[in-house]
């Protein structure tokens, strides 16, 4: 089985930080790419952020500048460092990953963490 698991969500006044990290464990061959979405209350879940492999991020428009994804592939952990925070980036953050097993690739979520930005 393979899980995934956050930390480092909470609550944050408007302007602040956090660090996201999502660790993946399990019987693993390789991570490909890794990516956070979050879900704000009543709105679908959007994608904020991916990294591939190799390091190449994109991001969306409303976090460019201000959010940047990174990845220790030694560790299969992908971090999400928030700076800047605004009262519209709360939601509960999730992180995802396609990861080999068998030398099949699977789609992995992780439980979600809380991210609160007061304002």
């Known amino acids: 089985q393979v899980q995934l698991v956050e930390s480092g969500g909470g609550l944050v006044q408007a302007g602040g930080s956090l660090r996201l990290s999502c660790a993946a464990s399990g019987t693993i061959s390789s991570v490909n790419a890794m990516r956070w979405y979050r879900q704000a209350p009543g709105k679908q879940r959007e994608l904020v952020a991916a990294?591939?492999?190799?390091?190449?991020?994109n991001y969306a428009d409303s976090v460019k500048g201000r959010f940047a994804i990174s990845r220790d592939n030694a560790k299969n952990t992908v971090y999400l460092q928030m700076n800047s925070l605004k009262p519209e980036d709360t939601g509960v953050y999730f992180c995802n990953a396609d990861i080999i097993r068998s030398m099949f690739e699977h789609n992995y979520w992780g439980q979600g963490t809380q991210v609160t930005v007061s304002s």
């Open positions: 990294i591939t492999t190799f390091g190449s991020t």
